[in-house]
């Protein structure tokens, strides 16, 4: 007798019908038998959702660069992620191609106190398959990274002695190639963030120094253009929610700054009255279902701000909360 998924129901039917549970109950349903948990980690499982329009958006954070939390959007936790393979490293980097893969790209591996090395390694993991991707050409960290049309660009960063970098690496998930691109301007030190608006790639400011100019690459025309945006960035943790990109100024403790390319235009948020320290430097943005989000390093937990209204400043508290931590990022997938 051919062991069906529910007795009943051909399997083409099966699949539609647990395609459609949320997330939030994928460890339960998987417990029901091993024809379930087979089809519920497959790729096909994946497939069948886009297909049925349950496609979820999943929050992954990353704490302390090894311990993995998934959130769906409701604030539910969904379980962890297996560590990233290898040893222990620092300052990698998180994005997210194709809807539902997260991209762990560069680092840094400490050998003892002194000693640290820059690592090329590039990995990724999606609920279904975990892989290997190519390195990049050159190793570094401290770079900064935009997803633009599907390829994924890295731009300068520093090597494993310090130097500055001055090119950008692009890949492209398709061929699982990186190749070397000229980054034309020559700031004194690292870029402070990068985005992707209207198929373009701008990389904003400088790390250490503040600086008002923006450079903007076109891969249709493989040109770039550089103009003065009117506000002198040094940022150290930011977000984009809907094409507006939200940061934190290292010379503006009390509020988060918004950027909004289309407009080329700047405006201030307070941050949340719970925050009566005066340094700004205790919180992380990151952001879920269109909505920016604050960490506290000490374990506060998170607020958010609906930003679906274009007025939108009230801060509210969110189900999410996490340990305090030293180091977080996060990164969103569908799923």
Avoid at 191 to 209: I, P, Q, R
Avoid at 239 to 252: A, E, H, P, S
Wanted: aromatic letters at 18%.
């Amino acid at each position: 007798m051919v062991e069906t998924l529910i007795p009943g129901l051909v399997d083409d039917v099966a699949e539609l019908c647990l395609s459609r549970v949320p997330r939030s109950s994928f460890r339960i349903i998987c417990q029901v038998c091993w024809g379930w948990r087979r089809f519920l980690w497959s790729e096909r499982y994946g497939a069948v959702r886009k297909l049925t329009g349950s496609v979820e958006e999943l929050m992954c954070v990353l704490m302390d660069h090894q311990y993995w939390e998934v959130f769906d959007g409701s604030g539910n936790k969904l379980g962890g992620i297996p560590p990233i393979p290898g040893p222990l490293k620092r300052d990698s980097r998180l994005a997210m191609l194709d809807g539902g893969k997260i991209v762990v790209i560069g680092a840094i591996y400490y050998k003892g106190r002194s000693e640290m090395k820059a690592l090329p390694y590039v990995y990724e993991f999606n609920p279904c398959t975990n892989r290997k991707l190519a390195d990049m050409n050159i190793p570094r960290y401290g770079f900064e990274y935009a997803v633009v049309d599907g390829l994924l660009y890295v731009i300068r960063g520093l090597t494993s002695y310090g130097d500055y970098l001055f090119n950008l690496e692009v890949y492209n998930p398709k061929t699982n190639k990186w190749s070397l691109m000229d980054f034309p301007y020559r700031p004194t030190s690292y870029c402070a963030f990068a985005f992707s608006f209207k198929s373009k790639l701008f990389v904003a400011g400088e790390n250490y120094y503040k600086s008002s100019f923006i450079y903007i690459y076109d891969p249709k025309t493989e040109t770039w253009e550089e103009f003065d945006s009117g506000y002198s960035i040094k940022a150290y943790s930011y977000t984009v929610i809907r094409n507006k990109v939200c940061f934190f100024d290292c010379y503006n403790y009390r509020g988060m700054v918004v950027f909004d390319p289309e407009k080329n235009s700047w405006s201030f948020v307070f941050l949340p009255q719970f925050s009566d320290h005066e340094s700004g430097f205790r919180f992380i943005l990151g952001k879920l279902n269109n909505k920016v989000f604050l960490v506290s390093q000490d374990g506060e937990g998170i607020c958010s701000d609906d930003f679906d209204k274009e007025d939108a400043v009230e801060w509210k508290a969110s189900p999410i909360k996490l340990p305090a931590y030293t180091f977080i990022s996060s990164v969103l997938i569908n799923f």
